[in-house]
């Protein structure tokens, strides 16, 4: 026999129903929440009742302890234990999406194959032995004509499990206790106040009466403007699309009747789409531009690479050439920068020097013979 819930277990069943994170699914034709016993208990153990107060013990101090306590709300019937059953597609099915892997699978070996006859027999056998040691290192089974599967959450059903045990781990388990949150009992509340409110308007006061009627008023004609738009925007398409022949796709407005927000229904203030002759051509063109541009630096990579290692290589050598050529003439220039420092500075010591009368006799003779040697050896010039 199982008696009543007694206050504590109605605060903690309550306060598990409102904190632990659930699930809804149908079960026997009903719509049921349900929640993971695992997570319950980590819930609990967070919970005010997981905490010592003065002068008592904590309610929950393991994890035992929080599986023992949810057997009692177990068996006063605030949930029930129930068993997943993994739903099994019929043959049918699966059957279908065989024949479409393999039509998906075939149209794509098609596409290859287009592909590969427009290119160089090099690049084929680039592109081969590529493939070859990407197989070789890593040992992959999957063919390149195979579609990749998509991941789908298998669905499932709930059915009532024979044995009513609360086990701490991935089982799960139906709410049956439902009560009333705060949230849905206020705007009940404000609901029912407001519908009096409306029912008593006759005795409301002349100003607020009057200012109901102009907000009313307003919020008609917003509406109005609203559907008026939507229909003019589509007379304007219609007029555009047999203009132009089916070519300019003109919208204005388009997310006026999307499904967005306020302000997003109003941006973009208009949309322009031209669809003819040209604008297809233009893009087979960009789409044979981009193939081509592909097939060149796939073939143009492996002779790019050469080339930068032989320029590479080239560099250094003639760095070190260049270098050791650099510090000799430096090395020279320098040199006969420092004489002709030494000999201005010589030439301008010996203006402020004592020169006795002897060495000036001496360097006027000099001059006078540097200048007979420079005389005969000009009409020889001349003659030659």
């Known amino acids: 026999e199982v008696g009543e819930p007694f206050k504590e277990e109605k605060a903690v069943a309550k306060y598990l129903r409102f904190n632990c994170p659930t699930k809804s699914t149908n079960m026997m ?22 905490k010592a107060k003065k002068g008592e013990e904590a309610l929950f101090t393991t994890r035992e302890s929080v599986v023992d306590y949810c057997n009692r709300l177990l068996k006063k019937q605030f949930f029930h234990r129930a068993l997943k059953v993994m739903k099994m597609k019929p043959d049918k099915d699966i059957k279908k999406e065989k024949e ?10 098609e596409k290859k194959s287009k592909k590969e006859s427009g290119k160089d027999e090099k690049a084929k056998k680039e592109k081969e032995k590529k493939k070859d040691g990407e197989k070789e ?3 992959k089974d999957e063919t390149p004509g195979t579609p990749k ?21 991935n089982e799960v388990y139906v709410w049956i206790y439902d009560p009333v949150h705060f949230k849905t009992f206020a705007m009940g509340l404000v609901l029912v106040i407001a519908v009096i409110a409306a029912t008593l308007f006759p005795l409301w006061p002349a100003e607020m009466r009057v200012g ?6 307003g919020a008609g004609c917003f509406v109005a403007s609203i559907l008026l738009l939507a229909v003019a925007r589509c007379i304007l398409f219609l007029i555009i699309w047999l203009i132009t022949g089916g070519r300019h796709h003109f919208w204005f407005l388009p997310n006026l009747t999307a499904d967005v927000g306020f302000i997003d229904s109003f941006r973009p203030l208009y949309t322009h ?8 051509s233009k893009k087979e063109e960009k789409s044979e531009s981009k ?25 250094t050598r003639n760095s070190g050439t260049d270098g050791s050529g650099g510090e000799r003439h430096s090395d020279t220039d320098s040199d006969r920068r420092e004489d002709d420092r030494s000999q201005h500075s010589s030439g301008n010591g010996n203006d402020f020097e004592m020169i006795t009368k002897e060495e000036l006799e001496q360097q006027t003779d000099e001059g006078d013979c540097e200048e007979e040697e420079e ?8 003659k030659s």
Request: charge should be negative; hydrophobic fraction near 20%; aromatic fraction near 8%.
């Open 291 to 315: 193939k081509q541009q592909k097939y060149d630096s796939e073939e143009k990579s492996d002779s790019e690479k050469k080339e930068e290692d032989d320029g590479k290589t080239e560099a």
């Open 100 to 109: 479409k892997g393999k039509a998906e699978s075939g149209k794509e070996e």
């Open 137 to 139: 290192e890593c040992k």
């Open 149 to 169: 599967k998509k991941e789908t959450k298998r669905k499932f059903k709930l059915e009532p499990h024979e044995d009513q045990v609360f086990l701490d781990g």
């Open 273 to 280: 789409e031209y669809k003819g002759p040209k604008a297809d």
């Open 212 to 217: 109901v009627y102009y907000l009313s008023v």
């Open 29 to 50: 034709g009903h719509r049921v929440d349900y929640f993971i016993a695992s997570k319950a208990v980590e819930c609990l153990l967070d919970s005010k009742w997981a």
């Open 375 to 382: 005389s005969e050896s000009r009409p020889s010039h001349e």
